[in-house]
């Protein structure tokens, strides 16, 4: 339920068209959930699940950072 | 609380100004005795003070890596000064709860905000937690999962609204132990509502009802704000063009209660400091009262081993701060004669570590009754503590 003082049409303007490609992977044992945002680069949405609660306040691992591809090990 | 005259007219602004200049001298020397080294040292050494540009470089080669990486790669580093004990946290554009919002808007994310407050509470390192808020509400679930959150922190927590602090906002804003709005920064109230939707049968409109009286509660039992002024606001028709409710500006919120003072970022980080070392004193000052429940005339020193051994491993967030414990402040609080507890709950019940978890919870009895005795309607802290218990 939204509550907010943006009319619903704003706010959800492009609902139907928009649909978001999340990808989980694995790096330095944590899992992500990353969005290739080109082909050279993921972003990540946000650390699914880290090693220790720390990595939650870790630059490297904030929402927004973008990952180069030719870094990222799928198979770890 | 009050010594501190916030807003523009600052007191202190004189002062900061002398001592502003002072530091352009200083920084001035410190440049010549830079270059001085520059010259003294072989390329190569170790030692590269790393000092801010002089206005006029004559020589760019010689300047910071800092410096030097800017220009070159346009981007800066953040500088690695040693760690702030604070934790900034940013709440801006929609507040963004079960479902993706598409991309124009600009959104803060519940799963992202829950896990950095859990680390934030966890970290031995941080001290106090500042929210900056600048919203436009979003969802009431996250919303309000996010103040509640905010609310049940043991470390300090200020929030400061810039710009806006509206709708879902508003129980965030109030949800810190201090919340400070800028002068021109605006919270709208208002009810909640499906926008262009006939509500059909009255289950529905009980429904929303009972989602703002969710909202309604958590406000009024968090700011000084009463019941009937918080829904006069929220009902009020005239204001807003497409809806009923009311806006108010920093001061009015400060003068109806809402939101304690007017002030900005200096404001915020005053009393955010000044919670912290309150919340540092009454660490120190449960210290000797737990070697009592020992019963052991103990030193310092092994009264924090003996209480780390109860915890079994687990960090405590309690027994780290203690260290940081300053005598002056327990002095202070000792002579305003304050009765050594107040209240004393079952917290954590069912646990082994009883003497730990009471020790907690007289610490955070001690420092809520001290701190926000502004907040007169907090009629819900004593289930909000009951509630922490059971997590």
Known sequence: MLYSILPMEVVLEGNDTFSPMHMEMKRNGRTLLVEQVSPQEMRIERLVLGMSIDDYLDPAYQPGTLIPVFEINQNE | ??????????????????????????????????????????????????????????????????????????????????????????????????????????????????????????????????????????????????????????????????????????????????????????????????????????????????????????????????????????????????????????????????IDEVGGVSAALYHLNQLIEAKRAIDEQTKPKQEGNNGANATNGSGNQQQQGNNGGEQSQASCSNQHGQEQGMNQQQAQGQPPHIQNQPHNQGQGNNNQSQGQQQMHNQYESQQYAGKQNDSRSNSSSQSEGGM
């Open chain 2, 1 to 258: 609380m009050s010594q501190y005259n916030s807003g523009r007219r600052n007191p202190f602004l004189n002062q900061y100004s002398y001592i502003l200049s002072n530091k352009q001298k200083n920084r001035n020397n410190q440049y010549e005795q830079y270059e001085q080294n520059q010259n003294e040292q072989q390329p190569g050494s170790p030692y590269a003070p790393s000092l801010p540009p002089a206005p006029t470089d004559p020589m760019r080669d010689r300047m910071p890596p800092a410096v030097q990486s800017i220009q070159q790669f346009g981007t800066a580093s953040t500088p690695n000064v040693s760690e702030s004990n604070i934790y900034c946290l940013n709440i801006i554009g929609q507040i963004e709860g079960h479902i993706i919002l598409p991309p124009q808007n600009k959104t803060t994310k519940y799963e992202h905000i829950i896990p950095q407050l859990i680390a934030a509470e966890q970290n031995s390192k941080i001290e106090g937690v500042l929210i900056t808020l600048n919203t436009v509400g979003g969802d009431v679930e996250a919303g309000l999962a996010i103040a509640e959150m905010i609310a049940s922190l043991s470390k300090p927590t200020v929030t400061l609204v810039l710009g806006g602090g509206h709708s879902i906002g508003v129980p965030i804003a109030v949800a810190s132990h201090i919340s400070v709005i800028a002068e021109t920064a605006t919270m709208t109230i208002h009810p909640i509502r499906l926008t262009g939707l006939v509500i059909g049968v009255p289950q529905t409109f009980e429904y929303l009802d009972k989602m703002q009286e969710r909202v309604v509660r958590f406000v009024t039992s968090h700011s000084r704000i009463s019941d009937d002024t918080f829904k006069q606001l929220m009902f009020k028709t005239g204001e807003l063009t497409r809806d009923i409710g009311t806006t108010v500006i920093g001061t009015d919120a400060v003068r109806m209660g809402l």
